[in-house]
């Protein structure tokens, strides 16, 4: 008989890829590996079901699946439509809810409704681009960041951000709020365009258990 090969899953660091493997492995794909939550190890496998598991950064994980490095991936919704990558989108796992949104100080709100020119920061710079240019027709100058992109509109980096928010806190804890709101986002599970086809049995396979269990 043909050694099996190994099928590989690429997951977001974080959040995500705790409730990831809690949703597994109530569908039998485990890895007892990851439970160390001290260990700095990236790549876990299960030898037995033959199944490798590595932890990425998200945004990085759509290029490991598109790439086939991965032949699953697990990430945002947000990630996914920035990174605009050819891949099969499968299955919205439900979790990680949360809302794009255009945020900032309410006293900015106004900036929003005049198609006045202005600054906006986001870790997504795509669709914030996008939303200002062919949904609001408003020309705007994009900052690219990292992270911590609340800070922008404190320290005056930009009158607006365009990220997403899921309790609110972040938002609340640093006097700013909504404007408004672009889209509903959760996680998504992806696939490998070739996987696909060369692991299409096993691949459908967890497809249809996990969707019985979502
Ligand atoms: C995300 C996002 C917001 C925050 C929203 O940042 O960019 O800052 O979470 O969550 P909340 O509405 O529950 O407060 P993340 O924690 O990923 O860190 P980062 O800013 O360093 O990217």
Avoid: W
């Avoid at 996008?130 to 100058?141: A, M, S």
């Amino acid at each position: 008989m043909s050694e099996e090969k190994y099928l590989t899953f690429a997951l977001g660091k974080g959040r995500l890829a705790d409730k990831t493997m809690e949703l597994f492995e109530s569908i039998g794909i485990f890895c007892p590996e990851m439970k160390d939550k001290k260990s700095r190890k990236l790549i876990f496998t299960n030898e037995e079901k033959k199944l490798r598991f590595f932890l990425a950064k998200g945004p990085d994980v759509p290029a490991y699946v598109e790439n086939g490095a991965a032949d699953i991936g697990v990430v945002g919704e947000d990630t996914l439509i920035e990174e605009d990558r050819n891949l099969y989108k499968v299955l919205d796992l439900e979790f990680g809810k949360c809302t794009m949104c255009v945020c900032g100080f309410e006293k900015s709100r106004e900036l929003l409704q005049h198609h006045e020119f202005i600054r906006v920061a986001s870790k997504y710079p795509r669709i914030a681009r996008d939303y200002f240019e062919n949904v609001k027709h408003q020309t705007v100058d994009i900052v690219k960041l990292n992270g911590s992109v609340e800070l922008a509109p404190i320290v005056g980096l930009s009158d607006v951000i365009v990220d997403i928010v899921e309790t609110g806190s972040t938002l609340r804890e640093n006097g700013l709020t909504v404007l408004e709101e672009i889209r509903p986002l959760s996680a998504r599970m992806v696939v490998n365009q070739v996987s696909m086809q060369l692991q299409n049995e096993r691949i459908l396979d967890i497809i249809e258990r996990l969707k019985e269990k979502i």
